[in-house]
């Protein structure tokens, strides 16, 4: 009560004597500052305790450019947004912000996150709390997703698989009600390696070559011109592959070894976007 975190809501009918008194959850005691850090933007949100969300922005920022520059961005936009939903910084209860990458949950601290240089082992909640001190919770933002679809349309389900296919590929994944985090927090995570256009036989060669471990595998792309100045496609690159091996999903029960190099080079395939490709069992 004197939290104002609940409140009189009136009274209910009296069965005889004095009617009782009703009291109820105040969402709009507090508000909560959400942030979404992604590939290639960044959404900062004042929600009130119910989730109803106040004022909200969605920015242009590339998380490669460090968690420095990008939380920055983000305690100066939340700043913004509390002053747009006529809050004080007295009434911020608290700060979540889901990252794409891996997290260690006990200290928000990203864990060898795939597509953001920079960030591994970065203190987050420190570098917030400079600046906004009252709690704040990391995760993974794909484990965020299935909670919060879990909460709002399957509460009923104790066992749920949550997708998010965007710059990486990750699953929030829930058994027996519980959410699965995995070792260092990387439960459902995925990660693909795209090249760029003008990628060669030779780069796409010693990336391969790197990771063979088993004779059934396809052959090394090194072979697939003799100019190695010559852009690669999936044509040069990925034609002569077996049908056998070009599917990563057909490779269960091999060496984890050779199942990285699978997903390599499947990886490889779809990012040159050939015909070849796609007559040999791939495709998008």
């Known amino acids: 009560m004197n939290s104002g975190l609940v409140g009189p809501a009136g009274e ?9 008194s009703r009291f109820a959850f105040n969402p709009a005691a507090r508000v909560v500052l959400a942030v979404d850090v992604g ?9 009130d305790l119910g989730g109803t969300v106040l004022a909200e922005r969605r920015l242009a920022q590339e998380v490669a450019d460090g968690p420095e ?3 920055g961005r983000v305690v100066a936009e939340g700043r913004e947004l509390l002053t747009e939903a006529g809050r004080s910084l007295d009434d911020l209860a608290g700060i979540g912000i889901g990252l794409p990458g891996p997290v260690e949950h006990d200290t928000g601290r990203p864990i060898k996150p795939p597509i953001m240089p920079g960030w591994d082992g970065f203190d987050v ?17 794909v484990n965020i997703m299935a909670l919060g679809e879990r909460t709002a349309y399957w509460p009923d389900h104790d066992n749920l698989l949550f997708i998010k296919i965007a710059t990486g590929i990750g699953a929030g994944i829930i058994s027996s009600g519980e959410l699965q985090r995995g070792a260092n927090g990387t439960a459902g995570t995925s990660a693909t390696s795209g090249f760029p256009a003008a990628t060669t036989c030779s780069a796409v060669a010693g990336t391969t070559a790197a990771l063979r471990h088993s004779p059934r595998d396809p052959p090394s792309p090194a072979s697939c011109t003799p ?3 010559r852009p690669a496609t999936a044509g040069t ?8 091996t070009s599917k990563p999903s057909r490779h269960s029960g ?31």
């Open 254 to 284: 091999r060496p984890d070894a050779t199942l990285a190099m699978s997903w390599q080079q499947w990886s490889i395939c779809s990012t040159l976007h050939d015909r070849d490709w796609r007559q040999h069992g791939g495709g998008r």
């Open 125 to 141: 909640v420190r570098y917030m709390q400079r600046s906004l001190p009252v709690p704040v919770l990391v995760d993974n933002d």
């Open 12 to 20: 209910a009918s009296s069965s005889g004597g004095r009617p009782p």
């Open 227 to 229: 100019k190695d100045s």
């Open 39 to 47: 590939a290639t933007h960044v959404i900062v949100a004042v929600t």
């Open 237 to 244: 690159c990925c034609g002569s592959w077996p049908r056998e």
């Open 69 to 71: 520059v990008v939380l």
